[in-house]
């Protein structure tokens, strides 16, 4: 059995850059005879690239469970197989449970996912819950579990 496992996930929803499109693309239009708003146009350019290079990074090891949102986190954040109570793959609603993707606040768990309806819930010994989205859930929750197991 494989014992470590690494996925990177981006923002690739075609909805979500039909969105983050159309702002630039707006920008350059001269509606009121007064130019380009070059203010605009940096927006335009800033917040499409921004969500181009965010990644959601997770890594299992015999180390623990690490995590990255970059460039919203310049390193990874690790949890140890210690810390951890129990783990399960699910799958959720992204905007009911959570308001949508990305790193968030919701009822159940603060949550860290860039699209689909997948992931795995993390229960922390201290009561916290992370979920993490992941398009490969089931063989995430099987290495976590392995760890868990060898702790």
Do not use: C
């Not at 954040?77 to 810390?83: C, D």
Request: charged residues 20%; without cysteine.
């Amino acid at each position: 059995m494989q014992r470590n496992f690494k996925e990177l996930q981006k923002f690739n929803q075609w909805w979500l850059w039909v969105i983050l499109l159309i702002f630039p693309i707006l920008s350059f239009g001269n509606y009121d005879g007064a130019g380009i708003n070059f203010y605009y146009v940096l927006i335009g350019i800033l917040i499409p690239s921004l969500f181009y290079f965010l990644q959601l990074r997770t890594e299992v090891n015999e180390q623990g469970f690490f995590y990255q949102f970059f460039p919203i986190h310049f390193s990874y954040h690790k949890i140890s197989f210690e810390e951890i109570e129990s783990v399960e793959a699910i799958d959720y609603k992204p905007i009911k449970d959570y308001g949508g993707w990305g790193i968030k606040f919701g009822f159940k768990a603060k949550s860290y996912t860039t699209s689909g309806n997948q992931g795995v819930m993390l229960k922390l010994k201290g009561g916290k819950n992370l979920l993490f989205g992941s398009q490969k859930n089931k063989e995430l929750e099987k290495i976590l579990k392995f760890y868990l197991r060898a702790t």
